[in-house]
T-cell receptor, first 112, second 111 residues
Framework: DAGVTQSPTHLIKTRGQHVTLRCSPI?????VSWYQQVLGQGPQFIFQYYEKEERGRGNFPDRFSARQFPNYSSELNVNALLLGDSALYLC???????????FGPGTRLTVT | QKEVEQDPGPLSVPEGAIVSLNCTYSNSAFQYFMWYRQYSRKGPELLMYTYSSGNKEDGRFTAQVDKSSKYISLFIRDSQPSDSATYLC???????????FGQGTRLTINP
């Protein structure tokens, strides 16, 4: 079975631009979460979606938004990019009956 | 103070050694504990998942949770160069939507 997939793999953007990152969960998983991982740090929680509804939000500004589609895939959008948004963005998929989360390979975003 | 503290290392040991990795936490409501392995520029890979206190063994890996001390450990026996990676502890409360991670410990196993 395919694991969590994310696209694109790498992305370079300029300050002030916006970006859209995409994630497809493991087949049968209905919950998707997004995390930001800055170099040298552990991942920080951004959002969780379940059944197309936002179920949790971390301490991130309103420039960050997300949505989940009927097929349970998800998008993370970041507006007005700042240099500090440069990070590895991770998507995690979860079977709601457990607390185990499985991560995708991530999208590496560089803001110049 | 961070909710989860983890020594970032780096930690370097010879091949075949027993490795001990640890995290402490401050939130007594944490009940679900996980260890992830992350290779450079890759996504975290789930290694061990434990609910509440106790030990769990899977091959060369053993996870321990001591809720009274708010302390969790991961032991790696017969360490191999392929175990060289960053190890992240993560935990969650009952009903929570998020995992709270430690900073990660960078481990190198020398042949």
């Amino acid at each position: 079975d395919a694991g969590v997939t994310q696209s694109p793999t790498h992305l370079i953007k300029t300050r002030g631009q916006h970006v859209t990152l995409r994630c497809s969960p493991i087949s049968g998983h209905k919950s998707v979460s997004w995390y930001q991982q800055v170099l040298g740090q552990g991942p920080q929680f951004i959002f969780q979606y379940y059944e197309k509804e936002e179920r949790g939000r971390g301490n991130f500004p309103d420039r960050f938004s997300a949505r989940q589609f009927p097929n349970y895939s998800s998008e993370l959008n970041v507006n007005a990019l700042l240099l500090g948004d440069s990070a590895l963005y991770l998507c995690a998929s979860r079977d709601i009956s457990t607390y185990e989360q499985y991560f995708g390979p991530g999208t590496r975003l560089t803001v110049t | 103070q961070k909710e989860v503290e983890q020594d970032p290392g780096p930690l370097s040991v010879p091949e075949g050694a027993i490795v001990s990795l640890n995290c402490t936490y401050s939130n007594s409501a944490f009940q679900y504990f996980m260890w992830y392995r992350q290779y450079s520029r890759k996504g975290p890979e789930l290694l061990m998942y434990t609910y509440s206190s106790g030990n769990k063994e899977d091959g060369r890996f053993t996870a321990q949770v001591d809720k009274s001390s708010k302390y969790i450990s991961l032991f790696i026996r017969d360490s191999q160069p392929s175990d060289s990676a960053t190890y992240l502890c993560a935990m969650s409360t009952q009903g929570a939507q998020k995992l709270v991670f430690g900073q990660g410990t960078r481990l190198t196993i020398n042949p």
